[in-house]
């Protein structure tokens, strides 16, 4: 594990009608992301908000869009990757998984970026795989 003498820093840019990313508490692992403008999801839909919020994440580390754990328990998820070297605005999907609409109003939090470090391996193709008491064994294969 690595120990930093204080946090690290992520550069941020906002866009004019974007809310600034926040954290309910100093040690929350997610940044919280805002709706700029009122949306409506119906269920069985998805939408995209784009939250006006560009990072800079580093080399070496990947942005993982997550859910709200509010919102899931009301049937809306979302998920999605952020690129090192990405610095386009942050779009969040939003899917309605539940049975009822839901608005979302501005200012409401929607999702949220946890960074992470990310190993980026050389794809080494080779006729065969290293043998493991697992095998191909998929799906179920460890309830049976």
Known sequence: MRIFEGKPSLMAMLDEQAI???RAHEDDAGLDLYSPAPFWIHPGE???IDT????????GF???ITSKSGLMAKGITSRGTIDSGYTGSIRAVLYNHGQEGY???RGDKITQLIILP???PIIDVVDELPATSRGEQG???TGR
């Open 20 to 22: 600034r990313p926040t």
């Open 46 to 48: 998805h939408i995209c």
């Open 52 to 59: 006006g919020v560009h990072v800079a994440i580093p080399a």
């Open 62 to 64: 990947v942005g993982l």
């Open 103 to 105: 608005q979302i109003k």
């Open 118 to 120: 990310c190993v980026t």
């Open 139 to 141: 799906f179920g294969s």
